[in-house]
């Protein structure tokens, strides 16, 4: 019962390096999101996906991209971090093919960038 | 737009009964209600679908008022296992299954 996976779970980031954080789902799940928390701020949706090959942009998605390239993978990008991209990152995966389902969260990902 | 929950935070003693609100300015299909434990991830509680259904989880409980958007989470006899971070997750038509998160109410319950 793995569910949803992220990787790594802990990174840290010198200013401008470039890195992806993968998450993984074996529920056959066709919706996931991508979600940044910050302390006060609750959890703000920075890209999201609706299937295999989609992908659409949340409420935070500056200076972040994704890609979808296999139904259970979901990937995040970030091209050149910088200070204010640290935080944590969640990953959740959704069924949407029967009504009213929740999302399920990864464990997340503790990303510091100095 | 980011719901509004109240209080920010409220600390109980064992026993103890508390209410979360959830307010949205703009008309809702669904409301989500998630806990998170400090250093973990967030985990499902119960989903409230507009129409003023209540559900129950154990001794936690929730209700949606369409006309006022708004979602209420009811712990009643309060345990030591209810702290966390508690998280609504606004939904509204036509968005699939997206949502929109308050900014989290800190629960503590003391012995």
């Known amino acids: 019962n793995a569910g949803v996976t992220q990787t790594p779970k802990f990174r840290v980031l010198k200013t401008g390096q470039s890195m992806t954080l993968l998450c993984a789902q074996d529920?056959?799940?066709?919706?996931m999101y991508w979600y940044r928390q910050d302390p006060g701020m609750g959890l703000r949706l920075i890209h999201y996906?609706?299937?295999?090959?989609?992908?659409a942009k949340g409420e935070v998605p500056d200076g972040y991209n994704v890609s979808r390239l296999k139904k259970q993978n979901f990937l995040l990008g970030l091209e050149s971090a910088a200070p204010s991209q640290t935080s944590v990152y969640f990953c959740?995966?959704?069924?949407?093919?029967?009504?009213?389902?929740?999302?399920?969260f990864g464990d997340g990902t503790r990303l510091s960038i100095l | 737009q980011q719901p509004v929950q109240s209080p920010q935070a409220v600390i109980l003693r064992e026993g103890e009964d508390a209410v979360i609100n959830c307010s949205s300015s703009?008309?809702?299909?669904?409301v989500h209600w998630y806990r998170q434990k400090h250093g973990e991830a967030p985990v499902f509680l119960m989903i409230l679908l507009k129409g003023g259904e209540q559900k129950g989880h154990e001794k936690i409980s929730a209700s949606f008022n369409e006309k006022k958007q708004q979602s209420s989470l009811y712990l009643t006899a309060s345990q030591l296992s209810y702290s966390g971070t508690y998280f609504c997750g606004t939904e509204r038509a036509n968005q699939g299954g997206k949502l929109i998160f308050g900014q989290g109410t800190e629960l503590s319950v003391k012995p």
């Open positions: 703009k008309a809702l299909y669904s």
């Open positions: 529920m056959n799940h066709e919706y």
């Open positions: 996906s609706v299937g295999e090959g989609t992908t």
């Open positions: 959740a995966s959704q069924l949407i093919s029967r009504e009213n389902q929740p999302q399920h």
